[in-house]
């Protein structure tokens, strides 16, 4: 599992890591998701794949907490798999409990094709991993078809604005319009605003300027290995006690 840091705009401090799962693989190397994700749906072995991945990352994460590193949380993403199988609470519960990690510091992210089938089921679902305390984040956003008649009845925290929106932001007023528009959207409907795939200091400018709540891309940190973190992490830690 690597890791890779969104920060806050607000502070410029780091306000998450999101859970990307690799495979090791013995002869191919380190495989990325897009390899092995979609014969995992399919064979249902995603299920087992998610439980771990949920796993580590929480275990991770107290390990993080403990060290001091402040309140960061981590964000894990869930597979419609997951999601339909009806026992993710359970899940959520027993793994939460195994590792010690406050409920508060876990985030899932979900897209929107994932929910907006059966809805009411869904909406359901959402409440019930929600009154844990566990945060709730529409990944890919725009990308899906989102009904914005449900979308106002989705107990969800944050949108991710799909990385496809924010790559031509600087020449295309086209993605700069919706950009904006998700923007203003979400903050209207009490909802965080998390832009993707962010490479350039021109994107995260026109970010800042909309008020854009938090940023992940290259520009900021690419996905990295747990003790890589760890480093990236404790450097920052030192960095802002050296300004203090
Ligand atoms: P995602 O959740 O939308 O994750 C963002 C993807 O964009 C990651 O690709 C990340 O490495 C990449 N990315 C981040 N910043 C930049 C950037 O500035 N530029 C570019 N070009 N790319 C950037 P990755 O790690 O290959 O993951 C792809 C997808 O695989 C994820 O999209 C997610 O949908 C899925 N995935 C990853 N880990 C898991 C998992 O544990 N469970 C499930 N069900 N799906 C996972
Ligand atoms: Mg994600
Ligand atoms: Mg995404």
Known sequence: VHYQPKMDLADSRISSVEALVRWQHPTMGLLPPSEFIPLAEESGLISAIGELVLERACR??????????????????????????????????????????????????????????DMDQNIARLERLRARGVGLSLDDFGTGYSSLNYLKRFPVDTLKIDRSFITDLAHNPDDAAITRAIIEMAHSLSMSVVAEGVETEGQLEFLRQQHCDEIQGYYYARPMPWADLVQFLDNRSRAACLQQ
């Open 60 to 117: 991770q994460a107290r390990q993080w907490h403990e060290r001091g590193m402040g309140d960061i949380r981590v964000s894990v993403n869930l597979s419609a798999h997951q999601f339909r199988k009806g026992n993710l609470a359970d899940v959520i519960d027993r793994i939460l409990a195994l590792t010690g990690l406050p409920a508060e510091l876990l985030e899932l992210e979900l897209t929107e094709s994932l929910i907006m089938e």
